[in-house]
């Protein structure tokens, strides 16, 4: 289950002690609970995998280990927790780098303070977050990933698992890039059932992340208009 937005976990990771120590105080100041904080990537690891916060906001740019590497360990390590990437690069190449390694989001440091907290917000119960004009790029890199053939595995492997009818319209309205929000209003049901939603089609899929099941849901048709 995720962890309502306001007493979110949050850890910050930034090789810049003053960068880091700002926008720990600053979220902070809006009410999130600050668990750990780490200046290089083999700390970020050791401390997220103790800590085990919520919500990461990981800088990409660390000593010692590169972000898009942390994310991948902690999002392997941490299945619930989520990842939103603060950057001062908004080069696609980045960005891209970012959602494969199974980051849930990503602002670039030029973002204001009230952003960056609607950003923790957010990312805190599972939506999407991007930096205006990067989210189209990045649903297509949900798409261009799910073209490619997934490695096959040995055995047979189980039979694939039956989802509701209501899961099935939720994975749908995933696919197609809406955030948790947008999903509720659509089908007029709260964003608490959202999340459930998608976290039993996580765990019924023995899938991680959102990314995952974006991929998932782009496999099988579903981001198709209906």
Not at 49 to 58: G, K, Y
Not at 103 to 130: M, N, P, W
Not at 143 to 170: D, I, M, N, Q
Not at 172 to 197: D, F
């Amino acid at each position: 289950m995720n962890a309502p937005a306001q007493t979110a976990r949050v850890m910050v990771v930034d090789d810049h002690p003053m960068w880091r120590d700002a926008v720990a105080r600053d979220l902070e100041a809006a009410g999130f609970e600050l668990v750990a904080t780490a200046g290089d990537g083999p700390q970020a690891v050791r401390r997220a995998s103790a800590a085990r916060p919520d919500v990461l906001v990981l800088d990409l740019n660390l000593p010692g280990l590169p972000g898009v590497e942390v994310c991948k360990r902690l999002v392997r390590e941490l299945p619930e927790l989520h990842v939103l990437v603060l950057s001062a690069s908004g080069e696609h190449a980045d960005v891209l780098e970012a959602v494969k390694s199974g980051a849930t989001g990503y602002l670039v440091k030029s973002a204001s303070t009230e952003e960056l907290i609607e950003a923790v917000r957010r990312t805190a119960v599972g939506d999407a977050v991007f930096t205006p004009g990067l989210a189209g790029l990045v649903l297509g890199e949900y798409r261009r990933l799910a073209a490619e053939p997934e490695p096959k595995t040995s055995g047979g492997g189980p039979e694939t698992p039956r989802l509701t009818e209501r899961e099935t319209e939720v994975l749908r309205l995933v696919a197609k890039g809406l955030s948790y929000k947008q999903i509720a209003e659509r089908l007029v049901i709260s964003h608490r059932t959202v999340q459930n939603h998608v976290q039993n089609t996580l765990g019924k899929l023995q899938l991680h992340n959102r990314v995952e099941l974006v991929r998932y849901a782009i496999e099988q048709g579903l981001d198709d208009p209906a």
